[in-house]
């Protein structure tokens, strides 16, 4: 069983693999295409940008497709990044290597972020999964936590220098990215969405015996 996630970020792959954790199932990325086009994040949710990627990809493609989107939500600015997270620091930060963008992304974040007294933030994931027939399955994962004061850590991507979750004293670039897997509003929504690519795995298992 193929499945392609959609997305061109290697840090982004690598993270739902080790999630996911299917030895079973081949994993495709965009990078294993040629022509990708070029999906307009023109949503007004989270929801909407997941399922409009999964749909056209997985049409195009003809391949059972798993897209998501995700980003950070402060409060002290009324939600923002949000649904806009990728392109705060300008157009497709994602593209960059992980430390340009996490340094274009977490510098505009804290400069925006400075003398806020309220730090709560939130980053949220939403899963969408479509075969060429349309959208099986949605899902959202959501990790609590606050904006730290300076940049923190070395590993993982985008944001997880400056996100402290809930009930611990690093941030996500500060843990190991077992840990963070435990935690992540990633981890949350490829967990809810799990059983059924487990399900379709069995049932493509069968059709091919």
Same mark, same amino acid.
């Given at each position: 069983m193929q499945l392609l996630i959609a #997305? #061109?970020?290697k840090?982004?792959?690598?993270?739902?693999?080790?999630?996911?954790? @299917?030895k079973s199932i081949n994993f495709l990325s965009l990078n294993d295409f040629h022509g990708v086009p070029n999906i307009i994040e023109n949503g007004k949710t989270f929801e909407e940008n997941a399922a409009k990627k999964a749909r056209i990809i997985a049409k195009k493609y003809k391949i059972? #497709?798993?897209a998501d989107d995700s980003g950070l939500e402060a409060k002290a600015l009324s939600g923002r990044p949000g649904?806009?997270?990728?392109?705060?620091a300008g157009p497709n930060p994602c593209l960059a290597s992980r430390q340009a963008t996490s340094e274009k992304l977490c510098k505009k @974040? @804290?400069?925006e972020m400075k003398n806020k007294r309220n730090r709560s933030a939130q980053f949220v994931c939403v899963i969408a999964i479509a075969d060429p027939q349309g959208i099986i399955n949605i899902a959202r994962g959501i990790c609590k936590g606050k904006i730290t004061l300076?940049?923190?850590g070395e590993n993982g991507f985008g944001y997880d220098p400056v996100f402290m979750p809930n009930g611990f004293k690093k941030t996500f670039a500060q843990m190991s990215q077992?840990?963070?897997n435990k935690l992540s509003h990633r981890s949350k929504a490829l967990k809810s969405v799990l059983p059924k690519i487990i399900n379709m795995r069995k049932k493509s298992a069968v059709n091919c015996g």
């Open positions: #997305t #061109t970020n840090h982004k792959l690598d993270e739902i693999k080790k999630i996911l954790r @299917l059972l #497709t798993l649904i806009k997270s990728a392109r705060y @974040l @804290l400069a300076e940049m923190q077992q840990m963070k």
